[in-house]
């Protein structure tokens, strides 16, 4: 079973919520976004002030307040923690990750997907729902091994 510290930081938990955000939305929400804007500004400059302008402009508020919540959800959680570490447990079926507030221990095929990240990894086990794994604190060894046992039980790499 390989050991491994993972030291986490308020700037690496803000700079992985945007690539986590934008990867799960895809360029179809963003595009859509876009075009709603587009068409407020459009609406605004023509003088429509129309029920539908106020509430294309309350979905588009909407649509950017879904972003701030999560990243206020993350740093939440990051600042819960006494110590911003937590020991990661890799073994050949299962593995652990420990911190102040609490242990999970799961099987590799609960892994469906990783995104690799130059300073981080994101863990995924549904769509929402992952850890972070900072990159700094894993050797070379302890990546291959995360990649291996998730790839072999299924998981998506990218």
Known sequence: MKLVKLRYTEPLIRSAV??????????RYFLGMA?????????????DR?????????????????????YRGAI???RRLRSPEATFEAGADRFRITSDVGTSELSWST???IWQFPDYWLLFFSRA???????????????ELILDRAKSH????S
């Open 154 to 157: 299924g998981a998506k790499v």
């Open 129 to 143: 729902q992952f850890i972070t794994l900072p990159l700094a604190d894993l050797d070379p060894e302890a990546q």
């Open 50 to 70: 129309s029920w539908w302008v106020g509430v294309s402009a309350t979905v588009l508020c909407l649509a950017i307040a879904l972003y701030f919540v999560h």
């Open 76 to 78: 939440t959680r990051f």
């Open 35 to 47: 075009l709603l804007l587009a068409s407020i500004i459009y609406s605004v400059a023509h003088g």
């Open 111 to 113: 892994v469906t997907e």
């Open 18 to 27: 945007w690539p986590f955000w934008r990867r799960a939305a895809g360029w």
